[in-house]
């Protein structure tokens, strides 16, 4: 069993909150050692700056991309690379954008399987064979909205495929209780998890720090 990591995202609704450089500053002494956003709501300034700002605070960084067109997704690894991200989650596989992550020392964790409206609905074979896909290309995981599965079962999904991976994978949204934290604890290759909008509606109670710290405490339990 591997460590469970949380990636505090400093995203609502799928865009990066307006004032996400002050909200960092101000719980950057929270428990959580991984931070993220998403090129939504930023500028590549900005972008830049809260990447900076993370790392300087001994953060490692992420930023997560939702386009699935190679074009976007390559435009987007281009931006990680500029402004000095760790890890890249998200956009479909393409070898183009492995190649810039790969270049420019980014860890790279696609989605797989993804519709052309950027849900998963494959059956959970055809999910864990494109993991297996995936995996065979050299990244270094692989990243699931699996609790937006519309395919099936999401416990089912992720049970499949985190006894297929040889690598951690990630989960990316809806993370929104210690129940489901509970589920994840269970998957030996479950890696990481972002939570962000549940932190902005306050689904595990107190100020954004306090949640942040109540959530990697409750990690070691």
Known sequence: MIDKNLIVMLTWHDVTVANAKELFLECRGAAATHWGFKIEGTTPESMAELISLMKQAG??????????????????????????????????????????????????????????????????????EAVKEAEAKG????????????????????????GAVEKPFSIAGSVNSFERIDYLKTLPMLGAFTIGG??????????????????CAYLKN
Do not use: M
Not at 139 to 161: K, M, Q, T
Not at 198 to 215: H, M, P, R
């Open 59 to 128: 953060k490692r960084t992420y930023i997560e991309v939702l386009a699935i067109d190679e074009p976007t997704c390559l435009k987007s690894a281009q931006l990680c690379a500029q402004c000095g991200a760790d890890h890249l989650l998200g956009t479909l596989y393409y070898e183009s954008v492995h190649r810039v992550c790969k270049e420019a020392g980014i860890a790279y964790s696609p989605f797989v399987a993804l519709d052309p409206d950027t849900r998963l609905r494959a059956p959970i074979g055809q999910v864990v």
């Open 139 to 162: 990244v270094d995981g692989i990243n699931l909205s699996a609790f937006r599965y519309l395919g099936g079962d999401p416990e089912e999904l992720l049970a499949a495929v985190s």
């Open 198 to 215: 549940a932190f902005f509606e306050n689904q595990f109670g107190g100020s954004f720090a306090e949640q942040i710290d109540k959530v």
